[in-house]
């Protein structure tokens, strides 16, 4: 069974740090993992999606990293900002399942201060 | 197209009653899948749609819980004799096929009083 881990829980920073979150999983039978924010009483938006055969992707300040052997991905925050402030939430679809259906971590509380 | 849309955002019930949420995915995305998220803890999965077809149903999905598709578009998902534990965030996804990037809607947070 695929277990998502993210530490730390939670992360406070004061604005302008750059910062890393990460994410590990049990299974590297993977279709592909993602990487989404969330902020409080609201829904998922996608950051970053890694397929398998990828090392990374990048999208503005956002860099997220995957080792699928060693099961553990990064995700790299530059130049932090308050408006950075949320949870961080990753998400693998494991290979082993015909349903696509996603593993999640418990997530990073990330707060930037001002 | 705007994106996964959920209704309601907000529903409070009184412990025992009905519930009912509707999900409307991205057209053309055959994946529905529906999930459940407490306070503190990522989303859990809880059923997933390949068109109108319900292809796996997890654990966490008690017989007091069932959910629909009809037309392979939108899905239902009905809580009967909601209980205390049952609030929580219901999210809904939905991709257009497996292995590709999943999109959530903005949740339905559900309160059983």
């Known amino acids: 069974k695929q277990e998502v881990t993210q530490i730390p829980a939670a992360l406070s920073v004061p604005e302008g740090e750059n910062l890393v979150l990460n994410c590990s999983f049990t299974?590297?039978?993977?279709?592909?993992l993602q990487w989404f924010r969330q902020d409080p009483g609201k829904g998922l938006t996608s950051l970053l999606l890694?397929?398998?055969?990828?090392r990374e992707q990048t999208s503005g300040r956002l860099n997220a990293s995957l080792d699928k052997s060693s099961g553990r991905s990064t995700l790299y925050i530059a130049a932090s900002q308050p408006g950075d402030s949320a949870t961080y939430l990753c998400?693998?679809?494991?290979?082993?399942?015909?349903?696509?259906?996603?593993?999640f971590g418990d997530g990073t509380t990330l707060t930037v201060k001002p | 197209d705007t994106g996964v849309s959920q209704d309601p955002r907000h529903k409070i019930t009184k412990r025992g009653q009905n519930v009912t949420f509707r999900c409307d995915p991205i057209?053309?995305?055959?994946?529905l899948y529906w999930y459940r998220q407490t306070l503190g803890q990522g989303p859990e999965f809880l059923t997933y749609?390949?068109?109108?077809?319900?292809?796996?149903k997890s654990r966490l999905l008690s017989d007091r819980f069932s959910a629909e598709r009809p037309k392979g578009s939108f899905s239902t998902l009905e809580i009967q004799r909601t209980e205390q534990g049952d609030s929580a965030m219901y999210l809904c996804?939905?991709?257009?096929?497996?292995?590709?990037?999943?999109?959530f809607g903005q949740g339905t947070r559900l309160t059983v009083v």
């Open positions: 749609f390949q068109n109108e077809a319900q292809l796996e």
């Open positions: 998400a693998v679809v494991g290979f082993n399942t015909n349903a696509g259906k996603s593993t």
């Open positions: 996804a939905s991709s257009p096929r497996e292995g590709t990037e999943a999109f």
């Open positions: 890694i397929q398998s055969s990828q």
């Open positions: 057209s053309e995305h055959n994946r």
């Open positions: 299974d590297s039978a993977i279709y592909n």
